[in-house]
């Protein structure tokens, strides 16, 4: 059949290149809105919210004291958070191929998509105590970089014959060519110039809602 389908997923991803050196595992929550045609092929929208407390690149080193604390104001180790947070959204195409499913609607599923990636890292100071990262300020350490994006999964559409259960499941591939959006770096004292090589692959899970008003009750095989 011709379907639309919506869906929200979860995914644990890992991170390789240059944002292996910046980050550890991240989770990701997100949707997309996919179009299935009766010839099998896939197009429609996704994107991610994706977030971690894994950072490695340490940007604060400058700020701490022998004991690996930051000072706030009044000269008391401060309640700083350092996490990961970023997004991605895509344009998608894939295929389904319905010879591997359960019947004709499901199946191992692919798809390729273009589109954007952005990542930083957030700090947030829970009392409002450190001056060097306060406002505009927090820009000079954050990194934000973004930037072109390629996208990929494979897996498996599961669309029952009832409606009652239906899900995606699979790996995810992300390739980002990204540039910093900041033109200097506090930590360093440095320009951020670098062109980066960004790469994610995860596992996703996602639930799937089918948007049609009556499924078939039978299935026909020619």
């Known amino acids: 059949m011709n ?6 997923h979860l995914s644990g991803q890992l991170p390789y290149g240059d944002l292996k050196n910046r980050f ?12 299935k045609f009766r010839n ?3 197009v429609g929208a996704e994107g991610s919210y994706f977030f971690g407390d894994n950072v490695n690149e340490d940007v604060l080193a400058q700020m701490k004291n022998s004991d690996g604390f930051v000072i706030d104001n009044d000269g008391f180790p401060a309640d700083l958070r350092v996490t990961e947070r970023g997004f991605n959204v895509y344009l998608v195409a894939g295929r389904v191929f319905t010879k591997l499913g359960h019947n004709p609607n499901s199946g191992l599923t692919t798809n390729f998509g273009f589109g954007y ?35 990929q999964f494979i897996g498996y559409l599961f669309l029952s014959n009832n409606r009652l259960i239906n899900f995606i499941a699979g790996f995810e591939f992300y390739e980002a060519f990204t540039k910093s959006y900041r033109g200097f770096n506090y930590d360093t004292a440095l320009p951020d110039t670098k062109d980066r090589m960004d790469f994610l692959i995860g596992f996703r899970i996602g639930w799937v809602l089918p948007l049609y008003k009556k499924g078939p009750k039978e299935f026909y095989y020619y």
């Open 40 to 42: 099998k092929w896939i």
């Open 117 to 151: 990636l952005e990542h930083k890292i957030n700090l947030y100071d829970a009392n409002q105590k450190v001056a060097a990262i306060k406002g505009d300020l927090q820009k000079g350490y954050d990194r934000l970089s973004g930037g072109f994006s390629m996208h």
């Open 3 to 8: 379907v639309p389908l919506v869906s929200i």
């Open 24 to 35: 550890g595992f991240n989770l990701s929550v997100g949707g997309n809105f996919l179009f």
